[in-house]
């Protein structure tokens, strides 16, 4: 009997090892890796209080010590990157050029970025300045004509390749002014995907695609290309707190302005991923949290900053609403659209949405947050056009309502009523100009932005009647035959914003019904 007992231990015993070494050898090739994301930073490196909240959210060095514990554990080796529109936005970027941003980046370790688009609001002569002084490649398969760009770039991780290939949005020359894009080529995406993956799928162990397309483009991407493990993804803004896994692919985006961060986890066996974790870490201000090296640069460039915006322009009764300029009339739509018409004597006036891209407390507005909500070069400028342009200009407005799109019109001089309903293209129910319907044929003065004028968020029609070369000669405004009559490119639109509440003192805008949605059953 003990001989058998002892024997049935002994089998046991043998068991337990084979199978503890059968574990051990299976999970042997077993390697994980961190991908850390952020996208449409937009230069805001300061907390700050969002439009409708009263907590403050992001900050440069809140998000570095995030960034630092995570990338503390030596067993997780770790890449950190950017989905792009990273160097413009507040004035913490743009008062540099982005020059601050490269900065903090650099000192932050970032492994690589997509270009976005509004990475070209500065020009191309500015941009390969940044990318010279980047510690990091700046990464878009799919641009040609900027050979500063890189494709994709290789990287490994504790023997794990991980491939990363960036794609810029096909739109980037109307999503920023269209004479920062010439003489480059915007590639489709996904041929272009389509066109480097076997080669990045024979040398990676990882595909990741860095993408700055739109997280909607991004779900069509995954869905038509195989082959890709992640697409980390910015342009529109999303916050993406559960991932969708499109076959195989996760499509991922991290919100906006440094308010979260990015964390994907990757279990590597054999040269292909086998598991996945991932989620968002909403970033803002804790007590004795923040990176001092990074509190230290980004004070640095504040403090230059602030000596030249700190000064008060003015007081608004009322707050004024930036955060909805792309899908409904604002207040602070309808003052800005109401300086350019005033600006250029012009009946009606039409500005993008996209123009305005933070909104103003009520109470002292400052210089600085002027700057901050109207970021862009743009000036004020003027033509001719009929009235069926015109309603076609506004149809191209209205037409993608429903996807919070930048060139959502708001105006000055004019009503509408639409169905967000209706097909686009025929959206518009009633226009009046003056209290007086449109009239198809006549030729009204209507004033906008250059890059409007030129053609920018699509708007066509106005392209159509103004000549590029116009924009850039102050003696085309009034040329016999020409459509152009108002052209001042010497003077920023916010800062004839600034001056209006400089000459006003305390302004009071509100809605006014001038763009009103209608629903047919």
């Given at each position: 009997?003990?001989?058998?007992?002892?024997?049935?231990?002994?089998?046991?015993?043998?068991?337990?090892?084979?199978?503890?070494?059968?574990?051990?050898?299976?999970?042997?090739?077993?390697?994980?890796?961190?991908?850390?994301?952020?996208?449409?930073?937009?230069?805001?490196?300061?907390?700050?209080?969002?439009?409708?909240?009263?907590?403050?959210?992001?900050?440069?060095?809140?998000?570095?010590?995030?960034?630092?514990?995570?990338?503390?554990?030596?067993?997780?080796?770790?890449?950190?990157?950017?989905?792009?529109?990273?160097?413009?936005?507040?004035?913490?970027?743009?008062?540099?050029?982005?020059?601050?941003?490269?900065?903090?980046?650099?000192?932050?370790?970032?492994?690589?970025?997509?270009?976005?688009?509004?990475?070209?609001?500065?020009?191309?002569?500015?941009?390969?300045?940044?990318?010279?002084?980047?510690?990091?490649?700046?990464?878009?398969?799919?641009?040609?004509?900027?050979?500063?760009?890189?494709?994709?770039?290789?990287?490994?991780?504790?023997?794990?390749?991980?491939?990363?290939?960036?794609?810029?949005?096909?739109?980037?020359?109307?999503?920023?002014?269209?004479?920062?894009?010439?003489?480059?080529?915007?590639?489709?995406?996904?041929?272009?995907?389509?066109?480097?993956?076997?080669?990045?799928?024979?040398?990676?162990?990882?595909?990741?695609?860095?993408?700055?397309?739109?997280?909607?483009?991004?779900?069509?991407?995954?869905?038509?290309?195989?082959?890709?493990?992640?697409?980390?993804?910015?342009?529109?803004?999303?916050?993406?707190?559960?991932?969708?896994?499109?076959?195989?692919?996760l499509v991922l985006q991290a919100w906006e302005h440094g308010r979260a961060l990015g964390v994907l986890d990757l279990t590597v066996e054999e040269g292909r991923v086998t598991d996945s974790s991932s989620r968002l870490i909403d970033v803002k201000p804790e007590d004795g949290a923040a990176g001092e090296s990074v509190a230290e640069l980004v004070q640095r460039y504040q403090q230059r900053m602030d000596a030249v915006l700190d000064s008060v322009v003015g007081r608004t009764r009322v707050s004024l609403n930036g955060a909805e300029v792309r899908f409904r009339e604002t207040n602070f739509g309808n003052l800005v659209a109401d300086v350019v018409r005033r600006t250029a004597?012009?009946?009606?006036?039409?500005?993008?949405?996209?123009?305005?891209?933070?909104?103003?407390?009520?109470?002292?507005?400052?210089?600085?947050?002027?700057?901050?909500?109207?970021?862009?070069?743009?000036?004020?400028?003027?033509?001719?056009?009929?009235?069926?342009?015109?309603?076609?200009?506004?149809?191209?407005?209205?037409?993608?309502?429903?996807?919070?799109?930048?060139?959502?019109?708001?105006?000055?001089?004019?009503?509408?009523?639409?169905?967000?309903?209706?097909?686009?293209?025929?959206?518009?129910?009633?226009?009046?100009?003056?209290?007086?319907?449109?009239?198809?044929?006549?030729?009204?003065?209507?004033?906008?932005?250059?890059?409007?004028?030129?053609?920018?968020?699509?708007?066509?029609?106005?392209?159509?009647?103004?000549?590029?070369?116009?924009?850039?000669?102050?003696?085309?405004?009034?040329?016999?035959?020409?459509?152009?009559?108002?052209?001042?490119?010497?003077?920023?639109?916010?800062?004839?914003?600034?001056?209006?509440?400089?000459?006003?003192?305390?302004?009071?805008?509100?809605?006014?019904?001038?763009?009103?949605?209608?629903?047919?059953?």
């Open positions: 009997m003990k001989k058998l007992r002892l024997t049935a231990v002994l089998v046991f015993a043998l068991l337990s090892f084979s199978f503890t070494g059968f574990v051990s050898q299976a999970n042997a090739g077993e390697k994980r890796i961190r991908i850390l994301y952020v996208n449409d930073f937009h230069g805001f490196s300061q907390p700050y209080r969002p439009y409708g909240m009263d907590d403050q959210w992001g900050g440069a060095a809140f998000l570095d010590t995030k960034i630092r514990a995570l990338r503390a554990d030596p067993s997780i080796p770790t890449l950190l990157l950017a989905a792009g529109d990273m160097i413009q936005g507040n004035n913490w970027a743009n008062l540099f050029q982005g020059r601050s941003v490269i900065e903090l980046m650099n000192l932050m370790a970032f492994d690589a970025m997509v270009m976005g688009n509004h990475e070209l609001d500065f020009g191309q002569d500015v941009l390969k300045q940044r990318i010279r002084e980047a510690a990091f490649p700046v990464l878009a398969a799919n641009v040609l004509g900027l050979p500063e760009l890189k494709p994709y770039m290789i990287k490994e991780l504790d023997g794990i390749k991980v491939a990363v290939i960036g794609l810029v949005t096909e739109h980037t020359p109307t999503c920023t002014h269209p004479a920062n894009a010439v003489g480059l080529t915007f590639l489709s995406p996904i041929k272009v995907l389509k066109t480097y993956l076997p080669e990045l799928r024979r040398t990676a162990d990882v595909v990741i695609v860095l993408s700055h397309l739109g997280h909607d483009v991004d779900r069509f991407l995954a869905g038509q290309v195989s082959g890709v493990d992640a697409i980390i993804g910015g342009h529109s803004h999303t916050r993406v707190a559960k991932p969708p896994c499109i076959g195989n692919t004597g012009a009946e009606v006036a039409l500005i993008n949405g996209g123009t305005i891209r933070a909104s103003i407390r009520k109470g002292p507005v400052r210089l600085k947050e002027l700057y901050s909500a109207l970021p862009f070069n743009n000036y004020v400028v003027a033509f001719r056009l009929r009235g069926d342009q015109l309603r076609a200009a506004l149809e191209h407005g209205l037409a993608r309502v429903e996807f919070r799109d930048g060139a959502f019109p708001q105006i000055s001089g004019m009503t509408l009523t639409y169905d967000p309903s209706a097909p686009a293209g025929r959206r518009i129910k009633t226009l009046f100009v003056g209290g007086q319907a449109l009239e198809a044929g006549r030729e009204y003065t209507v004033a906008t932005n250059d890059f409007l004028a030129a053609g920018g968020d699509g708007y066509k029609a106005f392209a159509e009647v103004i000549h590029a070369e116009d924009l850039v000669e102050p003696s085309a405004a009034g040329r016999p035959g020409a459509k152009l009559v108002f052209n001042d490119a010497g003077r920023w639109l916010r800062d004839l914003v600034a001056d209006t509440l400089r000459t006003q003192g305390e302004i009071h805008p509100v809605r006014e019904n001038r763009i009103v949605e209608i629903f047919h059953p």
